[in-house]
């Protein structure tokens, strides 16, 4: 009894260090939990309601954590039940504005094409956004994430959006990394100094210890790095393949991420003109796995009739493809957690 009252008031203290955002983060990780103990206990319900507040959380660290509020024109913003619209409507219109301040020429055609694909899936996305205080389309959505299949618009949107977001990240992967590469080596054969060539070497060598722990190829990194080389592309594309676009981007753009270590070498403008395309990426793939989950909250605590049947049975009827919701909102919130830092 002393040791819990002890460890209560540790919890207590700890508290009160935390900045907001990190609040947030471990109340998401609390919410998972909770989701998976329910979906246990066949409360499957509560346990898909639970898993949305998660991943809803989170996304509020996020913004939080990014000082994303100040550019809001309310501050009643963070308060939505609709975080995905903050990330698709605010932000990612921010970072476009952000991303014209630097010459996007830079980064070529090819990478441009790719970008604005994602533009348009977070367009599409913003459309289905805005339909969905209305309870039908929220009921098309809510199906829709456990393939409940209709012929609805909406459903039909959803799959298109699906459909774009398979086929972007591959060429988006060869397309942002080519171009990438290529400022890259032309940055790297510009360090005449000892010192610089030093801190390139050690970059280099952290680089392949990185590439070697995720099963990369030896060779991997020299090839990245030779221009007339393209062993390395074969190997991303397994990669993605194997460990699907989402884990793929973490692992490969994330912040310790496989060129973590080289990006750092670059100069300040090489940098910022891939800050961009990299953010417009993540809230991409991101967004739909939000956008899928939010019917959740509602539904999930409050049963109603859809299609001549209570949405708690059709829970325990697809309860695989909603446990695939939870894991899904768990990934979300660790991808969301690498994005803050």
């Known amino acids: 009894m002393i040791i819990q009252f002890i460890i209560s008031i540790n919890d207590w203290v700890y508290s ?20 998976k103990k329910l979906f246990d206990d066949e409360k499957f319900g509560l ?15 996020f913004c939080y954590r990014k000082k994303i509020d100040e550019i809001f024109e309310s501050e009643k913003s963070l308060k939505t039940h609709l975080p995905s619209a903050v990330l698709i409507e605010k932000y990612f219109r921010y970072i476009i504005d952000l991303d014209n301040q630097f010459d996007r020429r830079s980064r070529g055609e090819e990478l441009e094409e790719q970008v604005n694909k994602v533009i348009s899936i977070l367009e599409k996305l913003k459309s289905i956004l805005d339909g969905l205080k209305y309870h039908k389309k929220m009921n098309q959505v809510w199906k829709y994430s456990l393939k409940i299949k209709d012929d609805s618009k909406v459903q039909k949107a959803l799959e298109e959006i699906q459909q774009m977001q398979s086929n972007i990240p591959l060429n988006f992967f060869d397309n942002f990394i080519e171009t990438y590469r290529s400022e890259l080596v032309e940055t790297i054969n510009k360090k005449k100094y000892i010192k610089e060539q030093q801190r390139v070497q050690k970059a280099i060598d952290k680089a392949k210890k990185t590439t070697s722990d995720l099963g990369f190829s030896k060779n991997f990194v020299n090839s990245f790095l030779d221009i007339t080389s393209n062993q390395w592309k074969s190997e991303i594309k397994s ?4 460990h699907g676009a989402i884990r793929s981007f973490d692992i490969v753009m994330g912040e310790d991420g496989l060129f973590s270590n080289l990006y750092g070498i670059t100069n300040k403008k090489t940098q910022n003109s891939f800050v961009s395309p990299r953010w417009l990426a993540w809230i991409g793939l991101i967004s739909p796995s939000i956008l899928l989950s939010f019917p959740h909250e509602q539904i999930g605590r409050y049963p109603v009739m859809i299609d001549n049947k209570m949405s708690e049975d059709w829970y325990k009827e697809k309860k695989n493809e909603l446990l695939l919701i939870i894991e899904d909102c768990a990934f979300g919130i660790k991808r969301i957690k690498e994005m803050i830092y």
Do not use: P
């Not at 346990?47 to 660290?61: C, N, P, T, V, W």
């Not at 990669?239 to 194997?242: A, C, D, E, H």
């Open 16 to 35: 009160l260090t935390m900045e907001f955002w990190e609040y947030q983060i471990n109340k998401a990780h609390e919410n998972i939990a909770l989701s």
């Open 47 to 61: 346990s898909a309601f639970h898993a949305q507040q998660g991943l809803e959380m989170a996304i509020k660290a």
């Open 239 to 242: 990669f993605v393949i194997t």
